[in-house]
């Protein structure tokens, strides 16, 4: 992308093997263009809002006015940004503040993995439908030391049978339940 020389922007970096770009039309086929060249796969996603990036900001800003109303406060779990890669603090207007920039600022999906995984953290399971995300810290982390990854719901199986196949991973892992 730096040597494209297009206004094309990473919203998403999702992991090694998926990225989702945003730009104008002409300059999106161009670089798809390119990609495909070297050997990258793209696709259309069905929607042209520039989630993710800093043209989304007034967007994001009536967001922020929502925001106000909620009540923010200190968690009982850690929970990671994506925009910074790092830990949500305790403070409710810096926790609103972040909340609110993350709609403009790039998905660090991939980083976010990799910062947790070499702060300790080896077991994943992803707690959403269909099990995107669990590919995705799969293909983050291919190639580290054994982590266990599992999503709670897939396409495969219906939900109880896959509740079962996630807690039957979980407690041959040795996972503490």
């Given at each position: 992308?730096?040597?494209?020389?297009?206004?094309?922007?990473?919203?998403?970096?999702?992991?090694?093997?998926?990225?989702?770009?945003?730009?104008?039309?002409?300059?999106?086929?161009?670089?798809?263009?390119?990609?495909?060249?070297?050997?990258?796969?793209?696709?259309?996603?069905?929607?042209?809002?520039?989630?993710?990036?800093?043209?989304?900001?007034?967007?994001?800003?009536?967001?922020?006015?929502?925001?106000q109303t909620a009540d923010?406060?200190?968690?009982?779990?850690?929970?990671?940004?994506?925009?910074?890669?790092?830990?949500?603090?305790?403070?409710?207007?810096?926790?609103?503040?972040l909340a609110n920039s993350?709609?403009?600022?790039?998905?660090?999906?991939?980083e976010t993995i990799e910062?947790?995984?070499?702060?300790?953290?080896?077991?994943?399971?992803?707690?959403?439908?269909?099990?995107?995300?669990?590919?995705?810290?799969?293909?983050?982390?291919?190639?580290?030391?054994?982590?266990?990854?599992?999503?709670?719901?897939?396409?495969?199986?219906?939900?109880?049978?896959?509740?079962?196949?996630?807690?039957?991973?979980?407690?041959?892992?040795?996972?503490?339940?």
């Amino acid at each position: 992308l730096d040597d494209c020389d297009m206004d094309i922007m990473l919203a998403i970096d999702n992991c090694p093997n998926q990225i989702v770009l945003f730009g104008q039309n002409v300059e999106i086929e161009k670089v798809s263009v390119e990609l495909g060249k070297l050997g990258g796969l793209c696709a259309r996603l069905p929607f042209g809002r520039a989630y993710h990036t800093p043209l989304f900001e007034g967007v994001s800003s009536a967001f922020g006015k929502f925001y106000q109303t909620a009540d923010f406060g200190p968690g009982h779990t850690q929970l990671y940004s994506c925009a910074t890669t790092e830990l949500f603090n305790d403070d409710s207007d810096d926790i609103r503040a972040l909340a609110n920039s993350q709609w403009s600022s790039c998905v660090r999906f991939r980083e976010t993995i990799e910062r947790m995984h070499s702060e300790g953290f080896r077991v994943f399971i992803e707690a959403g439908p269909a099990g995107n995300l669990t590919s995705f810290v799969q293909d983050t982390l291919r190639d580290s030391d054994s982590s266990l990854v599992v999503a709670s719901n897939s396409r495969r199986r219906a939900g109880l049978e896959q509740l079962q196949h996630t807690l039957g991973r979980l407690f041959a892992a040795g996972v503490e339940m």
